[in-house]
Structures are given as C-alpha cells and as structure tokens.
C-alpha cells in the first residue's frame, strides 16, 4: 500500500495535464496574439527553439502556434496567472521570466532569473498591448514580415520574432494580447 501510495504522490507531483503539479493549470494562462493572423490555431509568447520540458531559455521567447488546441497547456508557453498583475511575465515550471535586452524599439525579448529589473517589468493594457512599464509606448510586437514553420507537427506549427516595438493602431493585428485559461 505504501508504495502505491508513493507512486500516486510522484506522479502527482510530475505532471497535472502539461504542467507541473505545483502549478495547476487554474494557476497558469497563455498569453495570446488577439489576431490569428495567418495561423488559425492561433499564436502564443512561446520559449524559442524546443518545446515543452526541453525548451532551450537562452533562445529567447517567439510568437508561435499555440498548443492549447491539445486540451493542456505546454510548459514553455504557461505563465503564472498570479504575477502578472504584478508585472511579472514569469514562467513557473523553468522558474525565469520575460526580459527585454533593452526599453528601447528593436529590443529583443529573452528569458532571465526573475529579479523585478526594469526590463523584466511589463503591463497588459485593457486595449490588449503589452507594454514595457519602464516605456509604455513600446508594445511586445509579433514580426509582420518573418516566420517559420516548425519541422515536427501535423499540422505544421508556426513561429514568428518578436520585439518591443512602438505601440501602433497601425500594427494592432500584431500587437494585442490577452491571458486564454482552459
């Protein structure tokens, strides 16, 4: 009975529907591009270059197809519901938020050790932008012109860069976000 019991707690601690059990998916949103664009699954702030578990974080972040179309949410998409109001884009099963290399347009948009820097602090607006605090007229911005498609899933998943970027009514297919929970 002991072991069983020690089996049922270890599974439980590895994984509730995609993401660690001590973030339940009632505690975790993806953040989503409002605009499909091309991409009827939609696009997500994503870890570049892997994904789930084996996500890279010194690739930085991506737009990319969002997984929720498999009923659970992928770790390296999951951010913590409850730091966002904070301002903390932060991604609890790698333990890093988002960063920017700089609060300045064309600034990339990376992962590091959560510190509450200035360039790690942003701010979801009631009109979708997502915007550095430190300069809220630079949006987290979806590339227009660059993707890729992805080499692995059926249906092929697709990425886009992203940057801080002046916020622009101009540019809003590429600039507005909201929180999705399942």
């Known amino acids: 009975m002991r072991n069983i019991l020690n089996s049922i707690a270890i599974t439980t601690c590895v994984f ?3 993401v660690p059990a001590a973030h339940s998916a009632d505690d975790v949103v993806e953040i989503r591009l409002v605009n499909n664009i091309d991409e009827e699954r939609g696009y997500c702030l994503d870890i570049a270059g892997g994904k789930g578990e084996d996500a890279p974080l010194d690739r930085g972040m991506q737009a990319h197809t969002c997984y929720d179309y498999t009923g659970a949410f992928l770790v390296d998409q ?10 903390q884009f932060k991604i609890p099963y790698f333990d890093v938020c988002m960063t920017v290399s700089g609060i300045e347009a064309g600034a990339s948009v990376a ?12 701010s979801l607006k009631e009109n979708g932008h ?5 300069n ?3 949006c987290i911005t979806t590339s227009a012109t660059e993707k890729k498609e992805g ?4 249906p092929v998943h697709v990425m886009r860069p992203i940057t801080l970027q002046p916020c622009s009514e101009d540019d ?9 929970s399942l």
Do not use: H, M
């Open 78 to 87: 999951s951010f913590d519901t409850a730091l966002l109001e904070e301002g």
């Open 172 to 180: 809003a297919a590429y600039q507005v976000w909201t929180t999705f």
């Open 130 to 134: 997502l915007v550095a605090k430190e």
């Open 111 to 122: 992962l590091a050790t959560c510190e509450n820097l200035p360039t790690q602090q942003f």
């Open 16 to 18: 509730i529907g995609g």
């Open 136 to 138: 809220p007229e630079l």
């Open 151 to 154: 080499r692995g899933a059926t």
